[in-house]
């Protein structure tokens, strides 16, 4: 009867995480159908692994090399491998946790971090993007405010990927901040201020 809580328990929190959580937010149907069935397959065999003369340390290494296999056969999102996680762990608490309080509040807090963590409101203003130019820019300071005036937003880190002379071209990663006060922003103080540093200077 525990481990019947625990197994429902689980169905509840797979259920929130998948269709309360991932689907609104990303709509993502094929790894809806990973999630469900990652996080049942791990609580089946977790269930049979405890019961079994089989080491629970090598059921454990067996999913490790298996999500290894899974996560690099297609392209994952950051927040996606998250989620994969969190169902995989999901099953693993309930295949071989104990039916008490400590177990319960550990499902229930993976889901309530997942809320959080990826909740649209948390920097939504936020924004990681690949960029290419139609011009070679080799200063990182007139690559940003080309960037700047591009996306609209202030910069806080670009990486560029690649810089082609031959064909005109610059391969950007950029990370950005919707909204955000861009240099050309800021320059009107700079002027001011340095025009009253001037004046003071003369005086």
């Known amino acids: 009867m525990p481990h019947a809580v625990l197994l429902a328990l689980d169905l509840v929190a797979i259920g929130l995480l ?13 790894l809806v159908v990973a999630y469900l069935c990652v996080n049942v397959g791990v609580l089946a065999v977790a269930t049979v692994l405890t019961e079994s003369a089989v080491a629970v340390g090598l059921g454990l290494g067996l999913f490790g090399v298996l999500s290894i296999i899974r996560l690099r056969s297609t392209e994952l999102t950051q927040s996606e491998v998250a ?5 995989l762990a999901l ?3 309930a295949g071989i946790g104990t039916a008490d309080w400590p177990t319960y509040a550990l499902i229930a807090l993976l889901v309530v971090v997942m809320y959080v963590g990826d909740h649209p409101l948390l ?4 924004r990681e993007q690949t960029v290419t130019l139609d ?7 007139e690559l940003t405010e080309v960037l ?3 996306l609209g937003g202030r910069i806080h880190r ?4 690649d810089l082609d002379l031959v064909n005109d071209t610059t391969l950007v990663t950029v990370r950005y901040e919707t909204g955000g006060r861009t240099r050309a ?7 001011a201020a340095s025009a009253a540093l001037a004046s003071a200077v003369r005086s």
């Open 18 to 30: 998948t269709f309360g959580l991932y689907f609104p937010r990303h709509r993502r149907r094929d």
């Open 158 to 161: 670009v990486r560029v990927q």
């Open 123 to 126: 920097f939504r203003r936020y």
């Open 185 to 191: 922003d800021r320059l009107p103080q700079r002027l």
């Open 148 to 150: 700047e005036l591009t």
């Open 83 to 87: 989620y994969y996680f969190a169902s």
């Open 135 to 141: 011009r070679a820019v080799a200063d990182e300071a």
């Open 91 to 93: 099953g693993l608490l």
